[in-house]
């Protein structure tokens, strides 16, 4: 599976952006996907999962009711839309894939087998 984050920028504080990850390689329809991010001197942390088929959708704490994770798996797109966004959102973003049964631990990256290259996202104060 090859996977490729973008949408990533720099928006104030209380902005929004969408970040898409376009996967190929694989039926798409197959994968569950997640979203994790990485800010500086940290360690990558897990932000939202969706199930292959969209009906399970999983978040962290930080992010819950601000950001939303979507799909399109008739575009082989994932989504992570992020509202009312703060400057501790500032991160690499980074979308993952797991071709493999939904049983496990989502919020765990080995639960995952395929990496994006990450996208930047930056929130001014």
């Known amino acids: 599976v090859q996977l490729q984050a973008s949408g990533g920028g720099l928006v104030q504080a209380g902005g929004s952006l969408r970040l898409s990850c376009a996967a190929s390689?694989?039926?798409?329809?197959?994968?569950?996907m997640g979203w994790f991010r990485q800010a500086p001197g940290k360690e990558r942390e897990f932000v939202s999962v969706i199930n292959r088929s969209g009906s399970n959708l999983q978040y962290s704490q930080s992010v819950k009711g601000r950001f939303t994770i979507s799909r399109d798996n008739a575009k082989n797109m994932v989504y992570l839309q992020m509202n009312s966004l703060k400057p501790e959102d500032t991160a690499v973003y980074y979308c993952?894939?797991?071709?493999?049964?939904?049983?496990?631990?989502?919020?765990?990256?080995?639960?995952?087998?395929?990496w994006g290259q990450g996208t930047q996202v930056t929130v001014s104060s």
């Open positions: 993952a894939a797991r071709p493999r049964s939904w049983n496990g631990d989502w919020f765990l990256e080995d639960f995952y087998d395929a």
């Open positions: 390689g694989r039926a798409f329809g197959t994968l569950a």
